[in-house]
């Protein structure tokens, strides 16, 4: 019986498959694009108001600047002359010196008095006398700085104020409130923290209630009780909060204006003078325009510094959940 041998089988190879052509991205639907259309309309107010009221002024502050102008003539091309004399001027080096130990002070003071109140209005009481401590700790923030400092030029006045006939029943000496160089700047440091600090209490007070209560109570089982619980577990979960705060804080407190202003009109001597009355006082007293921009544009290269330098250093110390 003889073998019968199949015959190999050869199988085609397969072809290469094409590359499927792209598929074409359809236009989106009319629904998204009204709904873009609605968003531009919606956020095309705000836009205008940033380039109108902020990016404009500070364009024309840094062009202004490298003018002598005085309203009346025309302006003259100066180039960095005016920032020649800004820097050789005694008063704006002082008024910056004075704008930073202000805001060293101020800001320091307001976040620790905020912070204090925060943690004791969360703390156990009712809660309508919770509500109570909240609206009379910001009601100062929405009056008016000048008005408020009005007011307290009066009480502080050394001769018939409040303050230091309060002072007077306790056997203590009339203090020279507004006429002493130390005196006026820790008043006008008071003055102006007893109306700002309300801001940063109630973002601290929101801060506080978003902490978990789980993470105290564990701290609490760990044997953390008062102050430290507050340093090693509040602290580090309200650094966020911290942080919003400090750097608004610090750009308020470089642009201070209204409470040396009132209070003591850059006095006595230049001692309370700020950066900003010396661009209130170069550029609407003394018609000089350019000057005035420079040190604008001097405050707004510190303020961006300082900012830059806040969120720089937050990167070690600011902890997010």
Known sequence: MTDTQVP???????????????????????????????ATLFLAPTIVGIVVFTVLPIVGSVVLSLFRWDV????????????????????????????LVFMVFAVALQLLIA????????????????????????????????????????????DFGVVN???????????????????????????????????????????????????????SLDGATGLRKHLSVTLPLLSPTLLVASVVGIINALQVFEQPYVLTNGGPGDSTRTVVMVIYETAFEQLRFG???????LLFVLIMAVTALQFRLSRRFVHYQ
């Open 8 to 38: 190999d089988t050869q199988v085609p190879a397969a072809r290469p498959r094409s590359a499927a052509p792209p598929a074409a991205v359809p236009p989106p639907p009319a629904r998204d694009r009204g709904t873009r259309l609605l």
């Open 115 to 158: 912070l204090t109140l925060a943690l004791a209005v969360n703390g156990r009481m009712p809660v309508w006398l919770r509500s109570v401590f909240r609206s009379a700790f910001f009601f100062p923030l929405v009056l008016s700085a000048a008005s408020i400092s009005v007011v307290m030029k009066y009480l502080f006045n050394q």
């Open 291 to 297: 000057e005035a921009s420079a040190v604008g544009v």
């Open 72 to 99: 009346i003539d025309s302006p003259s091309f100066a180039g960095a002359a005016n920032y020649g004399e800004v820097f050789g001027d005694e008063t704006v080096l002082v008024s910056f010196r004075n704008t």
């Open 165 to 219: 006939w309060l002072l007077g029943l306790v056997g203590i000496a009339p203090v020279p409130w507004l006429t002493s160089e130390n005196a006026a700047m820790a008043t006008v440091v008071l003055v102006y923290v007893w109306q700002q600090f309300g801001f940063s209490f109630l973002l601290f007070v929101g801060g506080l209630n978003n902490i978990p209560k789980e993470i105290h109570e564990a701290a």
